[in-house]
């Protein structure tokens, strides 16, 4: 037999979980839609910009289009058979590429919002550096115009400049962020990537870079800060190159033949635990197991076990 609730208990109950519900529901409401959280933005285009028809920014897209940055997506399809060997070594159909969808679109070219699927528009453009400005109404393309212009181009007290911050505008005149847009794409350590022969990017000259190439297009001088590499140096230490490895071997164990000496490149993560980050080459002897090809599977896997703790005492000398 149900024990009996009473009627007022339940209404009770009922009208509890819907206050519950509804505080969680403003809460989540305004936790999520407040300005410049975890938003997706859309990338809009260079156009939409100003940069050819509009009023906005035609000199900034007159300086794009003389900018090495404009021409990254040519840059691809003049070196397309590098380019391929390196899609196709990446595990990607080489015939997609160029397409937005391509991991190479993160850096190489626009990617308009809604078109992914096709070939990418142009080099890197406006909002790949600046952040994506739409969708229009809800991202920065309208409120970022709002205020006049300040006496001081480095004021950033105008009413349209603070409201498009919030709302996906990067904040580039702050040099530890440009510092860190920059590394996202001029530094590569994906592992995967980079074992493809696709270049890390290391040692480009992010100082260079900026005054001969992205003051053009400011509206003001160099201030020292600007000609600072230490925020650059800082996003750098922040996503490290995977480091080679070295180290002359001692000799492999008596059941290996021998063989001319080869060096061996190890490519290591730098989460790694410590014992497993060695900080150095290794040069040891190529496997030359010297086994028969009807040779029993359990043989085979004992040589291939032995050979693995032989390059893991010399990894670990």
């Excluded at 480009?204 to 900026?210: A, L, N």
């Excluded at 085979?300 to 990894?315: A, F, G, M, P, T």
Aim: aromatic letters at 10%; glycine letters at 10%.
């Amino acid at each position: 037999m149900y024990n009996q609730v009473p009627q007022s208990k339940w209404i009770f109950l009922a009208q509890a979980i819907r206050v519950r519900l509804l505080l969680f529901h403003v809460t989540l409401a305004l936790f999520v839609f407040q300005p410049g959280f975890s938003q997706t933005y859309q990338t809009l285009g260079y156009r939409s910009c100003g940069t050819e028809n509009g009023s906005c920014h035609i000199s900034d897209g007159k300086w794009w289009k003389s900018d090495p940055h404009y021409s990254t997506i040519s840059d691809l399809k003049r070196k397309k058979k590098r380019s391929l060997e390196i899609a196709q070594s990446y595990g990607m159909n080489p015939a997609d590429y160029l397409k937005g969808n391509s991991g190479c679109a993160k850096c190489h070219g626009e990617v308009v919002s809604g078109r992914e699927a096709k070939n990418m528009n142009t080099g890197v453009s406006c909002e790949l550096c600046h952040g994506s400005s739409g969708p229009k109404g809800k991202g920065y393309l309208e409120v970022h115009q709002e205020g006049s212009p300040p006496k001081d181009p480095l004021a950033v007290s105008r009413s349209g400049y603070q409201k498009a911050l919030k709302v996906g505008l990067l904040e580039l005149r702050n040099v530890g962020v440009r510092a860190k847009t920059c590394v996202d794409c001029h530094q590569i350590n994906e592992k995967k990537l980079l074992e493809t022969g696709h270049p890390s990017g290391e040692g480009f000259d992010y100082i260079k870079g900026i005054r001969n190439n992205i003051a053009k297009h400011w509206d003001y001088q160099l201030r020292p800060a600007d000609s600072d590499n230490a925020a650059y140096a800082q996003a750098l230490r922040a996503k490290p190159i995977p480091e080679y490895t070295v180290k002359s071997s001692g000799g492999l164990p008596a059941n290996f033949s021998g063989g001319p000496a080869d060096t061996v490149f190890v490519y290591v993560e730098p989460q790694l635990p410590g014992w497993l980050n060695p900080k150095k080459t290794i040069s040891i002897k190529p496997f030359a197991p010297g086994l028969s090809q009807d040779a029993p599977v359990d043989s085979v896997l004992w040589v291939i076990k032995s050979y693995i703790e032989y390059i893991h005492q010399e990894l670990n000398k």
